[in-house]
């Protein structure tokens, strides 16, 4: 985009238009780094262990396995919600700044955070944490631990995806006319 007419002529405010470059990088940060703790961090705490002694366990079958690995091969498919909003804010990520994009991103980080989150606290090292989920549901084949360094940087992403919808940032204002005018309804 140039500084140029956006709406019917009319300038466009230079520095609004880099605050929307700008938030449009931590979008895609964010997206990024979600993704990588996904495939590079151990997605589970390993009980008597620090986060930095499982990492070698990534990629294998152990407990100290990435999330894709838990959800793929070790029948938490629980663990793909996560991933998903993920996604859907990748998507949103390569839309320009405006309304379709909020949408997105607000999308791909409530459902992938609230659902994260419901199976973290219905999901337990156990198996189901309430009785009326056993009674419903059956015994769960595999059960979960607390939450490891990949589970809290993927859903620290995704709540922060969705959150940054909702700062009014430079990205919402972006397609906004120069000079202001006086009027929110303007914009």
């Known amino acids: 985009m140039d500084a140029h007419a956006i709406d019917a002529g009319a300038p466009v405010n230079p520095a609004s238009l880099a605050a929307a470059r700008r938030s449009r990088r931590w979008i895609w940060a964010w997206v990024v780094l979600g993704l990588a703790a996904y495939l590079l961090l151990p997605w589970y705490a390993i009980q008597d ?24 091969t070790q029948g938490r498919g629980w663990l793909f919600i996560g991933l998903a909003g993920l996604l859907l804010c990748a998507v949103g990520a390569w839309l320009p700044a405006g309304r379709a994009q909020g949408r997105w991103l607000l999308a791909g980080g409530a459902i992938g955070a609230i659902g994260l989150a419901v199976a973290g606290f219905t999901i337990g090292a156990r198996g189901w944490s309430f009785a009326a ?30 959150a940054s919808v909702s700062r009014g940032s430079a990205s919402s204002r972006a ?11 303007a914009c």
């Open 49 to 72: 262990s620090t986060w930095y002694e499982a990492v070698p366990q990534v990629f294998s079958q152990a407990e100290g396995a990435n999330g894709l690995m838990q959800a793929a």
């Open 133 to 162: 989920l056993n009674t419903q549901f059956g015994e769960l084949a595999v059960n979960q631990f607390g939450i490891g360094a990949g589970g809290f940087v993927a859903l620290t992403a995704l709540v922060l995806l969705a």
């Open 175 to 185: 397609t906004c006319s120069w000079p202001p005018r006086w009027s929110a309804a």
